[in-house]
């Protein structure tokens, strides 16, 4: 049996007797048949740049007169709504027990604090109609797992159908039917949107379930009444009651693709574009609390293209205002440098980094593996401008890592220098004592960055040696505006993670397999004999170092990782240094 839902859509113009005499006419139809609203605040659903904006203030109605409405409609009916923004949310809230479902146009099914406010809502008995018009198939299948993960209704049904002012017979999309049975089990709505005026109005939606459509969403409006929109496609009761009559009655039009230009062109000009809520500068990442999404009269990237952006690591490239979208061009491929710190003035260990691990230096060795990072542009060894370390200029593994020296002591200023120099947008910190470094681990770090929009990020969980740090120059900046003389950097984490307020933290659990206790950082000669005997076990068994292979080593060995087991760090034990960090990288307003 097929469920007919009369739409009411924006006959009404905003007046309530309109409504309220609508509402009665139809009356008559009760088993099987729903009546669909569409409650939205215009300041909700479109920018007020928007081209229809003063018409959606005009339709405006107020919570009590919903309140009335929904409860009148409820008497001989199934009541159903479309959900545009918050205010939809708020009414679907405040009278969820007397609605069957909602409906989510195509133009919202991007805009994810939308969706998240409906998950937030107990929709485990409620129907949610999706509209697919201008999404392809594997989209689709894309969102049908993502709704019913994230809402999790009663039931997902698929509509078909969309409304172009006017919608031509050829646009009707009753074509894609069949090819979405085929394709999924949930039951399909049909949306007619056809001249009400003419025979197709009655027939086509006829048409439509014997192809298969479970559901008929169909335009009405008063037989005596004015009717101020969406006049075009609505049919009065007489015509309505024929439809019904005739409902088994109608041939296919199967000839049409499944998007065509005008259906592209809809989608394009109605969805709702992520929009920046406060400014952004050049340098930054764009996370998800700085947009919202409104329908806008700016030309812009909608939600999966700012997706593809990011996550090929792009970063912005101007500065953007409030209000704007955000556009192509507006973006540009990260550089991204892979930043070794190293000096040779440790006491406990003298030129550590020069000590042989195997049949390399420790700095090499750390080089040779940083050197494995993938999506990176320049691999740089920073070390001082004193002549104390000079000598390393001997030791960077390949001659396209680029030496670079700088000041002792402040280590930002530093990695500034060059960063200025080759123009890198985002750096892959690291410390040249911690040779075992992972790609694995810089990749899922570099990703989490990327898609949170932060200015550090940084693994939780990781064995001391492995892990490294992800920052923004333009962050490095912000820091050395706060600090011109940031003599405590060679402990650059402090200044960042002593100050959330300013920065966007992201501290990412590792994977389980990335956990270990181990320590894997050059500081004392126990460290050095640890990591000869990792270097004497890859080198008796012939293989190339991996993290993996290394943690089954020292599983397996015990003994070893228990040779600088008892050995502490110092920046996590001394109080005395902790709280002088805490207080000298604090950013004080």
Known sequence: MVYNIIEVANTHGGNLDYLRDLIKEFEVFKNGFGIKFQPFRYDEIAASDYAWYEVYQSLYIQEEDWAELIHYASLTKDVWIDVFDRYSICILRQHIDLIKGVKLQASVLMNQSLLKA????????KKLIINVSGFEITEI??????????????????????????????????????????????????????????????????????????VIEKHVMHSQLETKYDGFSSVKIEGYKRYIAQLNQYIALSAQPFINDREREYLQNSIQLPILTGSKEKGTLIASEDISYKRTGQRGLNTKELKALISSFHILAVDKKSGNTLQPQDFKKATIATIIACRLKSTRLPKKALLPIGKQSSIELCLKNALRFQNV?????????????????????????????????????????????????????????????????????LKSHFERGADYTCGIGAAVGTSLEIINTAALEKVKAYFPRADYSEYMTWYFQNNPEYFSINKVNLPEKWCRDYRLTLDYPEDLEVFNAIENYFSEKNMEYTLEALFDFLDQNPEVPKMNGHLTLKYRSDAALIALLDEMTKIKG
């Open 118 to 125: 409906l998950s937030d809502l107990d929709m485990c008995g």
């Open 141 to 214: 299948g894309e969102m049908l797992s993502h709704m019913d993960a994230v809402i999790n209704p009663q039931e997902i049904l698929l509509e078909v159908g969309f409304q172009s002012y006017p919608t031509e017979l050829m646009d009707a999309g009753i074509s894609k039917i069949k090819e979405i049975k085929s394709h999924f089990l949930n039951r399909i709505v049909f949306a007619d949107h056809v001249d009400g005026s003419s025979e197709d109005a009655l027939w086509l939606p006829v048409m439509a379930a014997m192809m298969g459509a479970d």
């Open 377 to 445: 542009n320049h691999t740089i060894l920073a070390t001082s401008d004193l002549e104390e370390d000079a000598a390393l200029e001997g030791f960077t593994y390949r001659e396209d890592v680029i030496f670079h020296r700088g000041d002792p002591e402040d280590v930002i200023q530093r990695y500034l220098d060059i960063a200025r120099k080759l123009k890198i947008d985002v750096i892959i910190r690291v410390t040249g004592d911690c040779p075992y470094l992972s790609n694995e681990i810089c990749q899922f770090l």
